[in-house]
């Protein structure tokens, strides 16, 4: 039953420092998303794929970067680090099935940058 | 610029109270209103809302959406401990996009 796994859990990066947040699904969801926590805001989109091989910009899609290679995975990219981009980061995904589909969430990676 | 606010940002009550949480939108393109509930980790579904006046209930929650004064509310009835969490709505804005709002963070006392 494992859902939407998202690794690491916990991650403190260096300013200029580059990595990427994975994500997978299990449950073959064509539609997935990144978002993004700020303390005391709610959620917002960064980048949303449709399908493999489709990505598009959500709302808040400056220094990251993403690819669809597979349904399963869609991990996200920070190449430059920057003390803005200290967040909790969550991926979800939702079935293309059915038009009332909730997106199911992963547990979160943590993410500062000193 | 499409807009999800919710009211109040946090609010502090007793077992056994009854807590009514608010949420209201301005956006161009609607599809659906969904409440999540989110503890420690993960957003966790509790409704989804697509017709004005239909009531979902599931056990002590129940929402409600009006589609004509473009608001929803969340009523938790019969209070517990483990209902102490931030409660977050969500507008689908097509492409099954969501636009979330700050959340409301309730607590509940023993």
């Known amino acids: 039953n494992a859902g939407v796994t998202q690794t690491p859990k916990f991650r403190i990066l260096k300013i200029g420092q580059s990595m990427t947040l994975q994500c997978t699904q299990d449950m073959n969801h064509n539609y997935m998303y990144w978002y993004r926590q700020d303390p005391g805001m709610g959620l917002k989109l960064i980048y949303y794929?449709?399908?493999?091989?489709?990505?598009d910009k959500g709302e808040v899609p400056n220094g990251y970067n993403v690819s669809r290679s597979t349904t399963e995975d869609f991990p996200l990219r920070l190449e430059l680090a920057a003390p803005s981009q200290t967040s909790v980061y969550f991926c979800a995904s939702r079935s293309r099935q059915g038009g009332n589909q909730p997106q199911h969430f992963g547990d979160g990676t943590r993410l500062s940058i000193l | 610029e499409d807009k999800v606010v919710q009211s109040p940002l946090s609010l502090v009550v007793h077992e056994g109270d009854t807590v009514t949480l608010n949420c209201s939108y301005e956006?161009?393109?609607?599809?659906?209103l969904l409440w999540y509930k989110q503890e420690k980790k993960a957003p966790t579904f509790l409704f989804m809302l697509?017709?004005?006046?239909i009531e979902k209930k599931s056990g002590r929650l129940s929402s409600i959406l009006d589609k004509k004064e473009l608001f929803s509310i969340l009523n938790i009835t019969a209070t517990q401990t483990g209902d102490s969490a931030v409660y977050l709505c969500a507008v689908d804005l097509g492409d099954y996009k969501l636009s979330f709002g700050a959340g409301t963070t309730v607590t509940v006392r023993a």
């Open positions: 956006v161009t393109n609607f599809r659906s």
């Open positions: 697509t017709s004005s006046g």
């Open positions: 794929s449709v399908g493999a091989g489709i990505t």
